[in-house]
């Protein structure tokens, strides 16, 4: 059936359309279907990424219920190595460092905080990292040990560890014999704790042992 004038008219102006714009439409159509491609072979690598990750944490963990310390660690090397970019690579070099600390090898143990402090991609682990690099940073008492506890220390606190970072700032004069400032810093951490109920009665326990090694709660 032939077309009357306005029907030939529509789609002589849609052949021009077509015309002209043809490539920057079909650019954005290609551009679309790589940008899908793209987010979907992300979500994959990432949920592979965790599977992965996931089995060599699960050998890790029998590693250590073995009591076999090379194993453990080695494989805490590899989830650092090959899944830096998942919770598991954090978590693993945390229970590294304990094992690694109570072998008597601190400098392992602080390589791995280290890796925690500065590699973790989730915030709790960050500053579970930090405070117990800082930590283990105090212990060793050397000036370089302690300055570097302080770089840490004069980082903004991670949200829900305010405390804690006050308790290690207390723990951080105490090394110095600063009792004064110590005190200071360990009840201004006892108040933000009292302001957190649902802190571990373990940690606040362990503050209040040193408060009360500092001279108390002021009157």
């Known amino acids: 059936m032939p077309l009357d004038l306005e029907e030939q008219e529509q789609l002589d102006q849609l052949k021009a ?3 002209k714009y043809r490539n920057l439409i079909t650019g954005l159509v290609t551009a679309a279907l790589f940008a899908y491609a793209a987010y979907s072979a992300y979500q994959w690598w990432q949920t592979s990424q965790a599977a992965a990750a ?8 029998a590693a250590i219920n073995k009591g076999d310390k090379d194993q453990t660690l080695r494989a805490a090397d590899d989830l650092q190595k090959q899944f830096s970019g998942t919770p598991y690579a954090a978590m693993s070099s945390l229970v590294a460092a304990k094992i690694a600390s109570d072998a008597g090898d601190s400098a392992k143990a602080i390589d791995y905080l280290r890796w925690a402090a500065k590699n ?19 212990e060793q008492g050397a000036e370089k040990d302690l300055s570097e506890a ?5 980082e903004k606190p991670i949200s829900g560890f305010e405390a804690l970072w006050l308790e290690r700032r207390g723990d951080w004069y105490l ?7 110590a005190r200071k810093s ?34």
């Open 150 to 154: 302080d770089v840490i220390l004069k």
């Open 17 to 19: 359309f077509w015309q």
């Open 175 to 181: 090394a110095q014999k600063n009792t004064a400032d």
């Open 54 to 61: 996931s089995q060599l944490y699960e050998t890790m963990v």
């Open 120 to 138: 973790s991609s989730d915030s709790g682990y960050l500053a579970i990292g930090k405070l117990r690099l800082a930590a283990q940073l105090i």
């Open 186 to 219: 360990y009840e201004a951490a006892w108040k933000q704790l009292n302001d957190v109920k649902e802190f571990p009665e373990e940690a606040r326990r362990l503050l209040k042992v040193k408060l009360d090694a500092v001279g108390g709660v002021s009157q």
